[in-house]
């Protein structure tokens, strides 16, 4: 039977994709398969919400103009972890707010059109050599003990420092900023349904307060840095309002962080448990472009996008009513065999690297050429200077999250360096 001619499913949540179970959190794609094949287009009627789990609808979906990020904003199933106990929105949605993946054009298209110009491959392309430093100097106090814990010590580090500097924010202020991204981090997931809202409103403040107080300092003396380039656009009028500008640095700092350290632990655990694939990689590191993009695919650091159906939509036989939430399993997409040949293999020669890791369409995602240039650097620099890694004698553990999907913690031994 063609999921056209199924009828709506009335399957409780807990059958078919419940995201409380362990063993879900553990490994979805299983889940993913089963829906997939079963119920492409799952809907759960108690929280007016489809799930869809196949390339072609979830890419489709992207690019509709008849959905909306903008009023997923409005919607109360998406804020309802960010209300304060009256239902006023807190603090960390208020800012969020001015979210350019939560706006639709035209203010989508001012605030992304400013940033940009920061993102170009040109400026990555410049950011090279000093993420390749960073990258050595997280290393190099490891490299004679021959072991660590990789999120710890290297995959939470890097890219907060590396978007701080890229913001402007001084160093002696970069320490908190990571710690106020995971709080921020686990106060959306929904997972926690509001036990962390607190906790997320005290981060989004705090850091609100130190890109005012760094604004205040390059409005004196402007520097080449992006928090100066954004300030600019602020001088020339009504193109960006101060709210907007440090909503805007508190989601370039959010948005890349989480992300890029689950794509360096799940990259990295993925490589460690398919020896075979990291043994192609030490011997010709040239892979590492491709084998990024795979590792991408393959346990994707964000598992869903949402968006909202502003008219009835129809997708093969299914009616998506206006006001209904679509929730679109990136990580679902990229498991399908319908556009992957053997989907659940690790490969890093795979040549189709059409994933939707960074999503599609007008809100993909801004900072897919830095993440990728970290992820590469960070990849050929294990390679190259940790020979023999392994997993340590602990487990990996993963986060308790499942739109971020990453690991708190991958211990991993290698070749100590000999003391000189
Ligand atoms: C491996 C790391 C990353 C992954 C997997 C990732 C994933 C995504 C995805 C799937 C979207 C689209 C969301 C949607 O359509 O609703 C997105 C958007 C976005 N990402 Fe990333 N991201 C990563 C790293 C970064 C970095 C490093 C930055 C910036 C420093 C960043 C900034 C953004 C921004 C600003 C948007 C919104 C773009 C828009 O609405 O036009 N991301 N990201």
Redesign the pocket.
């Known amino acids: 039977m063609s999921a056209s001619e199924r009828p709506p499913s009335q399957d409780s949540f807990a059958t078919w994709l419940n995201p409380f179970d362990p063993a879900f959190q553990d490994d979805p794609y299983p889940t993913y398969h089963r829906l997939r094949e079963r119920d492409p287009i799952h809907h759960l009627p108690d929280f007016s919400l489809w799930f869809l789990t196949r390339y072609a609808d979830v890419q489709a979906v992207?690019r509709d103009t008849r959905f909306s990020?903008e009023s997923a904003s409005n919607d109360p199933n998406l804020f309802r972890n960010l209300r304060e106990s009256g239902g006023e929105l807190g603090t960390l949605a208020r800012t969020m707010l001015h979210?350019?993946?939560l706006?639709d054009p035209p203010h989508?298209t001012r605030l992304?059109h400013l940033?940009n110009k920061a993102?170009t491959p040109r400026h990555i392309e410049a950011m090279r050599p000093r993420i390749a430093s960073i990258v050595d100097q997280l290393l190099e106090p490891l490299l004679e003990v021959g072991r660590m814990d990789f999120v710890r010590d290297f995959a939470h580090p890097l890219?907060v420092i590396v978007?701080a500097e890229?913001l402007g924010v001084p160093v002696a202020d970069q320490a908190e900023l990571k710690q106020w991204s995971d709080d921020m981090a686990l106060a959306l997931d929904p997972l926690q349904v509001g036990a962390r809202r607190a906790e997320g409103d005290r981060a989004a403040v705090e850091m609100t307060k130190l890109f005012q107080r760094v604004a205040e300092d390059r409005r004196r003396a402007p520097r080449d840095d992006l928090l100066s380039a954004l300030l600019a656009a602020e001088e020339q009028g009504d193109r960006l309002s101060m709210d907007e500008l440090l909503a805007t640095c508190v989601?370039?700092?959010f948005?890349?962080?989480e992300?890029?350290t689950?794509?360096l632990g799940n990259g990295l655990l993925a490589l460690l448990r398919n020896p075979g694939e990291l043994a192609l990689l030490q011997q010709d590191p040239s892979l590492v472009r491709g084998a990024v993009e795979e590792l991408?695919r393959y346990d994707?650091?964000?598992q869903f996008?949402?968006?909202l159906a502003k008219e009835d939509v129809e997708i093969d036989g299914r009616m998506l009513r206006a006001g209904q939430r679509a929730v679109l399993l990136?990580g679902s997409a990229n498991h399908d065999p319908a556009e992957f040949s053997d989907p659940d293999r690790l490969d890093v020669r795979r040549h189709d690297h059409r994933h939707?890791?960074?999503?599609?369409?007008?809100?993909?995602?801004?900072?897919?050429g830095?993440?990728r240039a970290?992820?590469q650097i960070a990849l050929e620099t294990l390679v190259r200077r940790l020979p023999g890694i392994t997993l340590g004698a602990d487990p990996p553990v993963r986060r308790p999250s499942i739109a971020l999907r990453g690991l708190s913690s991958l211990p991993v031994e290698f070749e100590p360096r000999r003391a000189h």
């Open positions: 992207l990020s979210w350019m993946p706006r989508h992304r940033v993102f890219p978007i890229m989601l370039l700092l948005a890349g962080n992300t890029t689950n794509l991408l994707s650091p964000l996008a949402a968006r990136l939707v890791a960074f999503g599609f369409g007008m809100h993909f995602c801004l900072g897919a830095l993440a970290e992820a």
